[in-house]
């Protein structure tokens, strides 16, 4: 079975309504009319209505950074499952390591203190993916190591842990549908990509630990971006991996160019 390979745009904390619409109607004429590939751009809440709007009648989707995991209630700030669906998202990025307060670049005024308040965990992830997947959104849950992890040989363990605590309780049906993005957080905003045979290992790791707790047909089915650093330069290659099926791109999602020419790098 073929995978449909998903390259999603993670706009994070950048545009204002008037740049989203821009930024759409550039990448329009450049992804107009591709198959093979799915397009998801995931603009900040303040944007969503705008670039719903803006994507009418193409065949972009619409994705949402974040979601909580109550349908109502008194949760100041938070946002609803139904409310990014009524948005008109499709797709919700879950458990970024921004969120979890783990960051590529280290930045001196984030204080211990402050890092505390980017309070994701796998339990936190758990719940909002399974909330996401019962109000019909496609959740893209992230996972990955950080440097220290990496240089004391703990990647796989590290994120195995996360796959299996983030996915604990889902159906096959369910993990066979969603996606799930390996971002090595020090590839993350630094221009450090991994090396594409190690992204492929990983990804292929990521695969054999849903093989295992979900079985051969989750595994075969489950969609698996890379992202880190991913560019116009080196996307055909990661995206022609076995075990990747497109990418989570920040950075070069931002301007219209970059992020068409990675969309179509996931063509076959
Ligand atoms: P980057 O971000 O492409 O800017 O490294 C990727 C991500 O955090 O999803």
Redesign the pocket.
């Known amino acids: 079975m073929k995978r449909i390979p998903i390259v999603a745009g993670?706009w994070?904390m950048h545009k204002t309504i008037a740049e989203a619409r821009a930024l759409v109607d550039g990448l329009k004429p450049g992804v107009a009319g591709l198959t093979g590939v799915e397009v998801v751009v995931c603009p900040p809440y303040t944007a969503l209505a705008a670039v719903r709007e803006a994507i009418e009648g193409s065949a972009i989707a619409l994705g949402a950074q974040d979601v909580f995991w109550k349908e109502k209630g008194a949760y100041t700030s938070q946002v609803a499952p139904s409310m990014l669906v009524d948005a008109g998202c499709r797709y919700v990025?879950i458990g970024?390591?921004?969120n979890r307060g783990r960051f590529?670049v280290p930045e001196p005024e984030m204080t211990e203190a402050l890092l505390r308040w980017f309070g994701e965990t796998d339990e936190s992830v758990n719940v909002k993916t399974k909330a996401a997947l019962a109000a019909g959104l496609i959740p893209i849950v992230?996972v990955g190591e950080t440097l220290d992890e990496r240089r004391a040989g703990k990647t796989d363990e590290v994120i195995a842990g996360q796959v299996e605590r983030g996915l604990a309780g889902l159906t096959a049906e369910q993990v066979g549908g969603m996606v799930i993005?390996y971002?090595p957080v020090w590839?993350?905003?630094?221009?450090e990509t991994c090396d594409t045979p190690e992204a492929n290992r990983v990804c292929g790791m990521i695969r054999s630990v849903v093989e295992r707790v979900f079985g051969a047909d989750a595994a075969q089915a489950v969609r698996i971006q890379y992202?880190?650093?991913?560019?116009p330069g080196n996307a055909k290659e990661l995206f022609s991996q076995e075990h990747i099926d497109g990418?989570?791109?920040?950075?070069?999602?931002l301007e219209a160019e970059s992020f068409t020419q990675i969309v179509r790098a996931a063509l076959s």
Do not use: R
């Open positions: 993670n994070k990025i970024h390591s921004e590529g992230c993005a971002e590839a993350i905003g630094t221009g992202g880190g650093s991913v560019k990418g989570l791109v920040g950075g070069a999602a």
